[in-house]
């Protein structure tokens, strides 16, 4: 008789005959409930200070569709959507907080896309981009998105840079910055390699003067340069007085 294994976290290992269907059932829920807790147990320290911090550079939440600097259809807080099938996988509403069915998704996502060829609509400032259709993301779920995704970049961005967590929490700060804001495909160590390579060496100086990102506005490149200069500065400092046992995160968060 053939038989499911279910290795669910902490918990020891299930072996169940197929025939036992409930039995399956049952560890399928307890392996799901068992993720989703693991899940939120390892959701990023500085998840909430990261996020406003990003949220405040993203121009706070747009709730209508807009394009953005590049062209991208986006919504929310910089979430931007690829295509018409992702838009309806989003739970937008009418002005009324009602459903809206997904071929009216699909015909807001087309109307702004098809925008990016009228160059009166190339960089405009998002709040003030007209919505074709009356379709709105609600704040809350603004919200959700933007930590969900914050936190599923954290282990990406964990592989990418070796030694992350030992990162100052300002160093931190950046490159979580950069990642949500270009994509993980863009801030590629191909594409990065000085910045990456100065990261590695801890060099939040010259980190600083590789972290300028094309087609972003300066305010926000000047405060992911500062945040770097002053993990720099307070390094130093701190290395200087061994003695000092000061939480950075403390000062600062």
């Keep these: 008789m053939k038989n499911m294994i279910f290795d669910i976290p902490g918990q020891a290992r299930r072996v169940i005959?197929?025939?036992?269907?409930?039995?399956?059932?049952?560890?399928?829920?307890?392996h799901r409930e068992a993720m989703d807790q693991q899940k939120a147990q390892g959701s990023w320290k500085y998840l909430d200070?990261?996020?406003?911090?990003?949220?405040?550079?993203?121009?706070?939440?747009?709730?209508?569709?807009?394009?953005?600097?590049?062209?991208?259809?986006?919504?929310?807080?910089?979430?931007r959507v690829p295509n018409a099938q992702a838009m309806t996988k989003?739970?937008?509403v009418n002005p009324l907080g009602h459903d809206v069915s997904d071929e009216v998704k699909r015909q807001a996502f087309d109307a702004v896309y098809g925008l990016r060829e009228k160059q009166e609509y190339h960089n405009k400032i998002a709040k003030k981009f007209p919505s074709p259709y009356k379709v709105r993301l609600p704040d809350s779920e603004a919200v959700r998105i933007a930590k969900e995704y914050i936190n599923n970049e954290w282990p990406l961005v964990q592989h990418k840079f070796n030694g992350f967590d030992t990162y100052h929490p300002k160093a931190q700060m950046a490159v979580m910055d950069i990642q949500y804001n270009i994509g993980n495909k863009n801030f590629s160590q191909e594409k990065w390699l000085k910045f990456y390579d100065a990261m590695a060496r801890r060099d939040y100086e010259s980190a600083a003067v590789e972290s300028h990102r094309?087609?972003?506005?300066?305010?926000?490149?000047?405060?992911?340069?500062?945040?770097?200069?002053?993990?720099?500065?307070e390094t130093r400092a701190q290395t200087k007085s061994p003695s000092n046992d000061v939480d950075l995160l403390g000062e600062w968060f």
């Design 90 to 92: 989003l739970p937008l």
């Design 214 to 233: 094309k087609d972003v506005g300066q305010n926000r490149n000047e405060e992911v340069r500062k945040l770097l200069l002053e993990a720099a500065e």
């Design 17 to 30: 005959p197929l025939s036992d269907k409930q039995a399956i059932i049952n560890a399928q829920i307890a």
């Design 49 to 79: 200070q990261v996020f406003d911090f990003i949220k405040e550079h993203e121009g706070g939440i747009v709730p209508a569709p807009y394009l953005d600097t590049t062209g991208n259809v986006t919504v929310g807080i910089g979430h």
